[in-house]
């Protein structure tokens, strides 16, 4: 009985959780019983300065404290990265909507604000969650904006409204499943791909040379960090903290690395995003400017901020433009560099080794290594055959009997 009564009393409430010195407490108390918080506050009132550590317990609390009843397991915990976006995108939307020189001061600031966080963020090589909550709110929001303002206008059909619904609906499952990984290298994984159709066996190729060159090529593959032997064209990644196979980059939109197992639906992912927004782009651009062209409408649309309906849309649809633009350019930069063979983190390389010619006006560093023409390039990357067999090379790893 007091077995029961005990295992009852550990079972968390949905609004409990337990802090960060292993005690239990609730989401209720969040602004409470904070002796550092207290001290630095005093230190504001008496202009004393602040100590650090203070600062840095006060900021360790409220992220153990940010939390969200959950049904199952108590409180979760909020990575307070989400919040910025939830909160700054509505409000500079909206704010831009009053005047035309407010809309094009904040969609001035608006990318200035996100790139100084990406160099932020980046020179620190630390995870965030910052970018993927803007990607997924944008796109909840836009949708949002689309049903309650666009939509009553009366200028769009429900065919219309369908295809964009399935649209989001695809590119949210496609991002599902491009967050399911990359492919990360494990220890004692499995060295060698399966044998060809020929049935020819492998052998690696430190098998068939001197111990001196075998000792090289072990000690470039090998990871001291994650203390595994990485597959040719596998890399560690510093802000996920593991080696990945085939990898290609760490996308912060996504808050994971793109690498072998994922790189199809990344792509996928951006393709169906932008087929949706310029879908999209243009129905609301039809609605609140019809006597323009849609390419027009963008530039030069008379009378648009004389509603306010009008003008969020019409700011809304300059903000998707933006957005599209940007992933448009990565989607071009991935096109080419699937054509040439080549990964982000290979063209890095050639660049600060000087090993590759620049292609496509510097869009793509062609490094001449593993391209098989553009038919063949794009038949590896497509066949999911290729997954096992791709990364390694007939030339230094391993090779067949003949």
């Keep these: 009985m007091k077995k029961r009564r005990q295992e009852e009393e550990d079972v968390l409430c949905c609004c409990e959780y337990i802090n960060r010195h292993g005690e239990r407490s609730h989401v209720a108390a969040c602004c409470c019983d904070c002796e550092d918080l207290d001290d630095v506050c005093d230190r504001v009132f008496k202009r004393e300065p602040q100590n650090p550590e203070s600062l840095s317990r006060v900021a360790a609390v409220i992220s153990d404290r940010l939390r969200v009843p959950w049904l199952w397991g108590g409180a979760q915990k909020v990575d307070p990265s989400i919040i910025p976006p939830l909160l ?6 909206h704010l ?22 990406y160099y932020f963020t980046h020179r620190k090589k630390g995870q965030t969650l910052f970018f993927l909550s803007l990607a997924l709110f944008s796109l909840a929001y836009m949708y949002y904006l689309f049903i309650i303002e666009v939509l009553p206008r009366g200028d769009v059909g429900p065919f219309q409204v369908a295809v964009v619904t399935v649209g989001v609906l695809f590119t949210l499952l496609c991002l599902i499943q491009t967050k399911r990984g990359p492919g990360i290298v494990r220890p004692n994984q499995e060295s060698l791909p399966a044998p060809l159709s020929g049935g020819r066996p492998y052998v690696k ?7 001196s060159q075998e000792a090289e090529l072990n000690r470039k593959n090998w990871c001291h960090i994650c203390e595994v032997s990485r597959p040719v064209r596998a890399g560690h990644c510093r802000i996920c903290g593991v080696c990945v196979l085939r990898h290609d980059h760490h996308c912060v939109w996504i808050n994971s690395c793109v690498g072998q197992a994922n790189h199809r639906s ?9 087929l949706t927004s310029l879908y999209g782009i243009s129905l609301v651009l039809r609605s609140v400017c019809p006597a323009q062209n849609v390419l027009i409408a963008l530039l030069y649309c008379p009378g648009v901020y004389e509603d306010y309906s009008t003008a969020l849309c019409f700011t809304s649809a300059w903000y998707c433009t933006m957005v599209t633009g940007g992933l448009l350019h990565l989607l071009l930069v991935q096109l080419i560099n699937i054509s040439y063979n080549v990964t982000e983190r290979e063209a890095r390389a050639a660049l600060r080794d000087r090993s590759g010619r620049r292609a496509f006006w510097g869009l793509v560093v062609d490094t001449g290594i593993y391209s098989r023409g553009f038919r063949g390039n794009w038949a590896e990357f497509i066949s999911p055959a290729g997954d096992r067999t791709s990364h390694f090379s007939t030339q230094t790893d391993v090779v067949a009997i003949q």
Excluded: R, S
Excluded at 205 to 211: I, S
């Design 88 to 93: 700054v995108l509505p409000v500079l939307l």
């Design 266 to 274: 990344f792509l996928l992912t951006l393709v169906v995003f932008l």
């Design 205 to 211: 190729v430190a098998d068939q040379m001197g111990l």
């Design 96 to 117: 831009a909507a009053v005047h035309p020189l407010l809309g094009v001061l904040v969609l001035t600031i608006l990318p200035v604000l996100v790139l100084w966080y």
